[in-house]
């Protein structure tokens, strides 16, 4: 055939053209399945699903009633605390102030901030 100049892969009794077209395998190795990627939902960050289910559900204006709930109850706390003491929590008494904070680096003598 090579003097004739034929191409073995188109002649049919040849074994390059029996290997390229798959003749004569008996046990021909199956493929491999990939298997399908499932998507599976879960809860995070101390919420269950039923919780993010709900929060997802909820309508703006319900969120929104929630937010100044919770806004009005933080205020009602305050004004209790401030009753109780006689002074609101947080303030100074009038003769002390803070001095700006410094770094160590800056009292060390550093570059100047550059």
């Known amino acids: ?22 003749k004569g395998v008996a046990d021909q190795v199956q493929k491999k399945k990939t298997r ?5 939902q879960r809860g995070y960050a101390g919420l269950s699903l039923a919780d993010l289910a709900a929060k997802k559900g909820e309508t703006p204006a319900a969120r929104l009633a929630a937010r100044e709930a ?3 109850k933080a205020k ?5 605390a ?3 003491d006689g ?10 102030t803070t001095a700006p904070k410094v770094s160590k680096q800056q009292m060390k003598g550093g570059k100047g901030g550059r």
Do not use: L
């Open 1 to 22: 055939m090579f003097k004739q100049r034929k191409n073995p892969r188109v002649i049919a009794w040849t074994q390059v053209y029996r290997r390229q077209h798959r």
């Open 36 to 40: 399908k990627t499932v998507k599976s």
């Open 70 to 72: 919770a806004i009005n």
């Open 76 to 80: 009602q706390e305050k004004k209790a």
């Open 82 to 84: 401030v009753s109780k």
């Open 87 to 96: 002074k609101p929590k947080g303030t100074r008494p009038a003769g002390q």
